[in-house]
């Protein structure tokens, strides 16, 4: 995203499409798990409601369900549907794939960064 390698996003919980901690972009990836995000409990609220509960355990995809603070590689369409509602999580932007910006525009994703200023 930034011009560098791409840094994890977390490994506790293991995060990234393929469970590697990474939001690397992946051709088979379908919602472009893109975007590295802290969740806040309005975000993970906001998901729920949009059909897509990350707050439960679910074992049989080694999905531990998701607390606030945690960082997950997030849909970036999801992440702008949150943003347009007004409760988009942060982004760590040195640890969010550039294939985000199909579904997200950068600035909108600077405004949110952990790592970078506005």
């Not at 051709?27 to 806040?40: F, N, P, S, W």
């Not at 998901?47 to 960082?71: C, H, I, V, W």
């Amino acid at each position: 995203m930034l011009g560098g390698d791409l840094k994890p996003c977390s490994m506790d919980p293991l995060t990234g499409f393929t469970r590697s901690g990474s939001c690397e972009g992946h051709e088979a990836d379908r919602g472009c798990h893109a975007v590295c995000a802290q969740v806040t409990a309005k975000f993970l609220e906001f998901s729920r409601q949009m059909g897509n509960d990350l707050s439960t355990p679910r074992p049989e995809y080694a999905f531990p369900g998701l607390k606030e603070g945690d960082r997950w590689c997030v849909c970036a369409a999801r992440w702008e549907e949150a943003r347009a509602a007004g409760k988009a999580p942060l982004v760590v932007l040195e640890s969010t794939h550039e294939s985000a910006l199909e579904h997200v525009k950068l600035s909108d994703l600077r405004k949110h960064a952990l790592d970078v200023a506005g």
